[in-house]
């Protein structure tokens, strides 16, 4: 069973900056496809941010410019710099391990990020 716990969450004024990290349990952590999703109150989860296993990302358009996704395969770490937030930013994220040998996937239980003034 492979555990996602995800962490750095917490209030932030808008243009501001924040960092999420998720820590990912398993010996083969170099062969999940990690991602970032997030849902804000009263809408549907969405994907933010996902990273290959050979390191290749991809974004939603609204966090395009943004948002970085990055991992540490040595850590078992992957993380989302998130800068220039905006009020629309805020909702619960949540990190995904998907493996890449059953496809099953690993959800966190989340982090809440609130962007406001």
């Known amino acids: 069973q492979v555990q996602v716990v995800e962490s750095g969450g917490g209030l932030v004024q808008p243009g501001g900056s924040m960092r999420l990290a998720c820590a990912a349990s398993g010996s083969i952590f170099s062969s999940y496809v990690m991602s970032w999703y997030r849902q804000a109150p009263g809408k549907e989860r969405e994907l933010v941010a996902a990273i290959s296993t050979g390191g290749r990302t991809n974004y939603a358009d609204s966090v395009k410019g943004r948002f970085t996704i990055s991992r540490d395969n040595a850590k078992k770490m992957v993380y989302l710099q998130m800068n220039s937030l905006k009020p629309e930013d805020t909702a619960v994220y949540y990190c995904?391990?998907?493996?890449?040998?059953?496809?099953?996937?690993?959800w966190g239980e989340g982090t809440l990020v609130t962007v406001s003034s």
């Open positions: 995904k391990a998907t493996s890449g040998y059953s496809k099953d996937d690993y």
